[in-house]
């Protein structure tokens, strides 16, 4: 028996005594919650964001989708990266003013490589304004994991307004929670029991968003 089988076996003798004609489970719990804070422009759910990001000391960058790759060299110029590790499905314009070094995430790459890299260029499922939230879902133009919490600096682009949302339950209506979801709000970051923070522990010690208006090649 694999873990996978341990744990839905115990699922279903949890569930042994609950009737079958029980309130399903979508109208068991009341979802009357309010959706969203306040009633925002557009404008102001984006500045929002911006607010909220920097508040979380993620470092926010705003420009169209004609200047990002001219704002993305320049990032990773004044980082000193000499190698930028991308997702196999990132635009190849995004970096395309950048002489820094391509490596491209494969299977093959362990932890230690990737460790190497001086930074990471991604894409984003959406990110979200009340609580200054970046979600990655593995997208093409985020690729695993793995390559967003081991570099130690993230670059991650933000569609305006289009993968803006004002709340959490709003995301979440837009997410498929099939996906490897992964939220960032920030920085890595933790503190001990004095409260002396300490960055870069659980993933890049430095995240900076671009929020791009405009066109812009997926």
Do not use: F
């Amino acid at each position: 028996m694999n873990s996978r089988d341990l744990i839905l076996g115990r699922v279903r003798r949890a569930l042994a005594d609950v009737p079958r004609d029980d309130t399903p489970y979508d109208q068991a719990v009341d979802r009357d919650y309010l959706r969203e804070h306040g009633n925002r422009s557009v404008e102001e759910t984006v500045e929002l964001l911006a607010e909220n990001l920097a508040d979380y000391r993620a470092v926010v960058h705003r420009c169209t989708g004609d200047e990002l790759p001219a704002l993305l060299a320049g990032i990773l110029a004044a980082r000193g990266s000499a190698s930028v590790v991308v997702p196999p499905g990132l635009a190849p314009e995004w970096l395309s003013a950048s002489d820094t070094a391509r490596i491209e995430d494969r299977t093959a790459s362990t932890v230690y490589d990737l460790d190497k890299v001086g930074s990471v260029v991604t894409g984003c499922a959406l990110a979200i304004a009340e609580t200054g939230t970046i979600v990655l879902d593995g997208g093409p133009a985020q690729g695993r994991r793995r390559i967003t919490l081991v570099p130690d600096h993230h670059i991650c682009v933000v569609r305006v307004p289009d993968q803006v949302v004002s709340s959490v339950p709003q995301a979440l209506e837009r997410l498929d929670p099939a996906r490897p979801l992964t939220w960032i709000s920030g920085p890595s970051a933790t503190s001990d029991i004095e409260l002396d923070r300490v960055e870069g522990v659980h993933g890049p010690r430095t995240l900076e968003v671009v929020l791009v208006s405009g066109e812009v090649q997926a």
